[in-house]
């Protein structure tokens, strides 16, 4: 049983439209590796770009943190639906609602399950570091926007090194650093890290642009950031 979180961003092109070639790409990849390893798995996939543009929104408006945390759940649950649909007869036809319908759903089902937010205040990471504890999953892979974790912030700082490994008592410290709220949450968040550091789970990032990424990790080569206990 393997976890694989999606950052929603990238499901989205420069543009901001949905990238429905690498969606396609992502699916039929899932396909291979669950054909070629016979494991079970599940995809939690981030609200991302449409979040945001949401969320922006109804700030505007004047909305509450929670209804503004409802939209990026909901938002996410758009881009699960989307990526269901092109895994067709592979992914179970619905995103569940909470970690308790997840269990439900996994005891059912031998395919794909897709998730999205499931509480306001709980981020699509803490989902998939949750649903990970809950399977006693062999990896949690994040999938994200950037080559991994890296020594400063890439987007600031040209110099920052991308980390081959990390503890998960670094990545502690360096995630606390940053703000949380509705549709800004940081690399890992702070409930996320918990999640993973009292279960130790195996926890990979690499770059989420290119879906062969999954299938190298999956392999067993080294690629991204491995956190380490």
């Known amino acids: ?4 979180k999606i950052g929603g961003s990238i499901l989205f092109d420069e543009e901001n439209q949905i990238n429905d070639k690498l969606i396609s790409k992502y699916a ?18 981030g609200g991302g770009k ?3 543009k949401y969320i922006a929104i109804a700030r505007k408006y004047g ?26 007869d592979n992914a179970y036809h619905t995103p569940p609602n909470s ?17 999205g937010g499931f509480k306001p205040g709980q981020s ?13 999953a062999e990896i ?20 920052a090194k991308l980390l081959d490994t990390i503890t998960i008592a670094e990545l502690e410290t360096m995630m606390a650093k940053h703000q949380i709220k509705a549709g800004y ?17 195996p926890l990979q990032f690499a770059s989420g642009h290119n879906p062969e990424n999954l299938t190298k990790i999956i392999s067993g080569a080294k690629i991204g950031t491995s956190v380490i206990f």
């Open 1 to 4: 049983m393997f976890v694989v």
């Open 28 to 45: 039929k990849t899932i396909r291979n590796v669950i054909n070629d390893t016979e494991k079970k798995c599940t995809i939690i996939v």
């Open 50 to 52: 449409l979040a945001r």
């Open 63 to 88: 909305a509450s943190e929670e209804t503004s945390d409802i939209i990026g759940i909901e938002s996410a649950k758009l881009n699960a639906r989307l990526l269901i649909s092109a895994l067709s």
């Open 99 to 115: 970690i308790e319908e997840f269990k439900e759903f996994f005891k059912q089902t031998k395919k794909v399950i897709v998730c």
């Open 124 to 136: 699509t990471n803490a989902v998939a570091a949750s649903i990970a504890e809950t399977t006693n």
């Open 140 to 159: 949690l892979i994040n999938l994200t926007n950037v080559e991994g974790v890296y020594s400063d912030d890439p987007g600031k700082n040209p110099e």
């Open 185 to 201: 949450y940081p690399l890992f968040d702070p409930t996320a890290i918990q999640i993973v550091k009292r279960s130790k789970i």
